[in-house]
């Protein structure tokens, strides 16, 4: 899951105290002294990789819209589900992709 977040190189040594009713996401982020972001992104009937990856270029999601189209090619990505979406950061640009991919 740190792996998944991305934030395995960001886990801060130290003694923490944790309400039990934190889930692990929770967790991991606290102590990695991280905050989850939610972005919402509105995808139109028909939209390509490069159309998606402008948009979340545009919101901060992603850095490069270039290597978000490659990850979409590497994945077999080439449709996308329309309508809003939610997507929570930090979070692998693969399992962004596999989020919003239409089955």
């Known amino acids: ?5 991305q934030i395995g190189d960001k886990i801060v040594p130290g003694a923490y105290n944790f309400d039990k009713d934190l889930t692990v996401k929770e967790i991991l982020a ?5 905050e989850f972001k939610t972005y919402t992104v509105n995808i139109n009937e028909g939209a390509k ?6 948009t979340l270029k545009e ?3 992603i850095e490069s819209e270039s290597d ?3 990850a979409c090619n590497n ?5 996308f589900k329309a309508g809003e979406h939610k997507i929570t950061m930090p979070s692998k ?3 962004i992709i596999k989020s919003l991919a239409q089955n």
């Open 1 to 5: 899951l740190a792996d998944d977040m």
């Open 30 to 34: 606290e102590i990695a002294g991280i």
């Open 49 to 54: 990789a490069e159309d998606l990856a402008k």
């Open 59 to 61: 919101l901060g999601v």
């Open 68 to 70: 978000f189209v490659n």
């Open 75 to 79: 994945l077999g990505v080439t449709s």
């Open 93 to 95: 640009v693969a399992n």
